[in-house]
């Protein structure tokens, strides 16, 4: 395999930017799965893959939901077609003799809680990166935020389990109203070394 073309990189991250409004376009089960199958090959910490997924599409789930945002990201939320609640599950070692089976210790690399804390968090946040890229690459736009009361969150989407919120990420057309222009990036030479 070689590199991608030129406008499949402007598709995924040159021309990409992160929506704030959206169109009415739906965004269908089959687009949720469709995101999930290719994202779900993104690599993890010992292929923990601690990331669950709560997706918000119906009305009765984004009233559930409005409450916990912070008052800046209420209303394009809403707007979202659809809004995926990225969470870590704290029992990530559990599915490790199904997820690694060539190590059958895995699950005791995870026995101390703030270990699976810490990895939960981190691959997760890896995981819904992969969501991002994927869903840009099926010609979606992506609208990531951290503006919410993730323990709010917690206690109405993932009661009764043992998954902590990450942060959120609306799904959906974006529509160029409110886009401002481009925020730069650092130089190579700002963010690298090669040592």
């Known amino acids: 395999m070689g590199p991608l073309s030129?406008?499949?990189l402007d598709q995924i991250f040159r021309a990409a930017r992160t929506y704030k409004w959206w169109t009415d376009d739906p965004v269908t089960e089959a687009d949720i799965q469709a995101i999930y199958e290719l994202m779900k090959w993104g690599p993890t910490a010992t292929n923990t893959t601690p990331a669950r997924f709560v997706w918000v599409v119906s009305e009765d789930a984004?009233?559930?939901l409005q409450p916990l945002l912070d008052e800046g990201n209420r209303?394009?939320?809403m707007k979202a077609p659809a809004t995926v609640i990225v969470g870590y599950d704290l029992d990530l070692h559990e599915h490790l003799p199904f997820l690694v089976p060539h190590a059958r210790d895995a699950r005791s690399w995870f026995e101390d809680p703030q270990v699976r804390s810490f990895e939960g968090l981190r691959s997760s946040t890896l995981q819904a990166a992969y969501l991002i890229v994927a869903a840009r690459a099926l010609g979606w736009d992506c609208g990531p935020q951290g503006g919410i009361?993730?323990?709010?969150v917690d206690r109405e989407f993932f009661a009764g389990a043992k998954v902590r919120t990450n942060f959120i990420i609306s799904i959906g057309r974006g529509a160029e109203q409110g886009l401002r222009p481009r925020a730069p990036r650092l130089s190579f030479d700002q963010a690298n070394r090669i040592v």
């Not at 009361?149 to 709010?152: A, F, L, V």
Request: without cysteine; charged residues 55%.
């Open 6 to 8: 030129g406008p499949a």
């Open 62 to 64: 984004k009233t559930r």
């Open 75 to 77: 209303k394009k939320t």
């Open 149 to 152: 009361d993730r323990e709010g």
